[in-house]
């Protein structure tokens, strides 16, 4: 069965960075994108940014363009999402998505907290 | 990029009760419109795929309609375990992904 497995939760300081990574089993991981998709507490999804773990191509929403990386392993079927300069604003609960049309996997989240 | 507009934000309904939510886009998607689930603490479940299609393992008394550019999912006897919160999502030009604000269905 299609799992997606992400990290453990993370704590920051504002202007470090994070590493979220998200391993895939139960599929071939080269053949569906990888999105990644936040939620800060009692608020809606955001999309943030999408990977193809074939081409290792990658695009994002504006918001973040400049601060989110997205990579792979395809070796160990992992997708990474890091994000820097971090605020208090992204504390949220991260998720990998994979993307086949819609979303149709969701990792378990990831939370992200941000404070000094 | 489209922009997905999603109501009521909140609605109060009673076991057994027929709920609607509707999801608009800015401009026209075809049926590429997918509808999930959330509860606490939990990652989102899709329900319905193309905008009308049931999601193996989902109970039948969830249903999706509509094209273009006005959606809407029904829940047509809300049980106990429905109460959560509802989003839309629209791939239509993917990237990017768009998801409605979202729909709270509480106890009334």
């Known amino acids: 069965q299609v799992q997606l497995v992400q990290s453990g939760a993370e704590v920051k300081k504002p202007g470090a960075s994070v590493k979220v990574s998200c391993k895939a089993s139960?599929?071939?991981?080269?053949?569906?994108?990888i999105n990644w998709v936040r939620q800060a507490t009692g608020q809606g999804l955001e999309w943030m940014g999408w990977m193809n773990p074939n081409s290792g191509y990658t695009g994002s929403a504006q918001k973040f363009q400049g601060r989110v990386t997205m990579t792979r392993d395809t070796a160990i079927s992992t997708a990474y999402m890091e994000l820097s300069s971090l605020r208090s604003e992204d504390t949220a609960v991260y998720y990998c998505?994979?993307?086949?049309?819609?979303?149709?996997?969701w990792g378990q989240g990831t939370l992200v907290t941000v404070s000094s | 990029d489209i922009q997905m507009t999603q109501s009521p934000s909140s609605l109060s309904a009673s076991v057994g009760d027929r709920v609607t939510i509707t999801c608009r886009a800015s401009q026209g998607i075809r049926n590429e419109l997918a509808w999930y689930q959330q509860k606490p603490g939990k990652a989102p479940k899709r329900l319905i795929y193309?905008?009308?299609s049931l999601q193996s393992g989902v109970p039948s008394r969830f249903s999706g309609s509509g094209s273009g550019t006005e959606f809407t999912l029904t829940i047509s006897s809300l049980q106990p375990e429905d109460f959560a919160t509802y989003y839309c999502l629209q791939h239509n030009n993917y990237p990017p992904l768009t998801f409605g604000g979202g729909t709270k269905v509480e106890i009334k």
């Open positions: 193309a905008a009308s």
């Open positions: 139960g599929y071939t991981f080269t053949r569906y994108d």
């Open positions: 998505v994979r993307v086949d049309g819609a979303v149709d996997f």
